[in-house]
């Protein structure tokens, strides 16, 4: 189970990104992905997550109304569309899964599966 995520970058503030997370060596669509974050100096949190069995999807309180995760099946990827970007959401974003179809958790502990993360930077 490899996961990688991509499409950070650097943003002014209410700019938007979109990452990327691509499995490889499973098929991604079965489980449910989470997206995860790490600013310096805190602790990792948990963001978004969609489920595989419904389709359901889960936010973070912070990001709720700005961020929508999505799948596109033929691809093998979970996509993070981030929009109004805040200097606060700059952190290392990752993806990650426990291989169990629904969203359960938004916890980083429940996750046992991670991919290389991608830098987001928001500043003026």
């Known amino acids: 189970v490899q996961l990688q995520a991509s499409g950070g970058g650097f943003v002014r503030p209410g700019g938007s990104l979109r990452l990327s997370c691509v499995g490889s060596?499973?098929?991604?669509?079965?489980?449910?992905i989470g997206w995860f974050r790490q600013a310096p100096g805190k602790e990792r949190e948990g963001v978004s997550c969609?489920?595989?069995?419904?389709?359901?999807?889960d936010y973070a309180a912070s990001v709720k109304g700005r961020f929508t995760i999505s799948r596109d099946k033929a691809k093998n990827t979970v996509y993070l569309q981030m929009n109004s970007l805040r200097p606060e959401d700059t952190a290392v974003y990752h993806c990650?899964?426990?291989?169990?179809?629904?969203?359960?958790?938004?916890?980083?502990?429940?996750?046992?599966?991670w991919g290389q993360g991608t830098l987001v930077t928001v500043s003026s």
């Open positions: 060596g499973f098929t991604l669509d079965y489980y449910a």
């Open positions: 969609i489920s595989s069995s419904d389709g359901s999807t």
């Open positions: 990650a899964t426990d291989l169990r179809t629904s969203c359960t958790s938004l916890s980083p502990y429940d996750y046992d599966y």
